[in-house]
């Protein structure tokens, strides 16, 4: 692999942290309640994926989070910046 300045993948380096103070970004800001429908960002190809609620808040950072098909609580916990709210 060649060293590069440039992120391999859309989750190596997040995202610049301005987007996420503009408040019509889809960007999640800091907290989000328990319950709370959202989208996940897919780590194969870095888009977002729906049919997801945020389960709970974890005290290190990031979320818990809940697939709606099923209501399996995910086994890792997701970073702020792969979370957005759900338009749905």
């Known amino acids: 692999m060649s060293s590069t300045n440039e992120p391999r993948d859309a989750l190596d ?3 610049s942290r301005s987007m996420g103070a503009d408040s019509r ?4 800001e800091a ?11 897919r ?11 945020i389960c ?4 290190r ?11 399996a609580v995910l086994p890792i916990t997701f970073a702020e ?3 957005r709210s759900d338009p749905v």
């Open 56 to 59: 709970a808040a974890q005290p």
């Open 81 to 83: 910046a792969e979370v």
């Open 43 to 53: 780590r194969f190809d870095g888009g977002w994926a729906s049919g997801f609620q």
């Open 25 to 28: 970004s889809p960007d999640v």
């Open 61 to 71: 950072g990031g979320y818990l989070v809940r697939r709606l098909s099923d209501r």
């Open 13 to 15: 380096e997040p995202r």
């Open 31 to 41: 907290s989000l309640p328990s319950g709370m429908r959202v989208q996940v960002r």
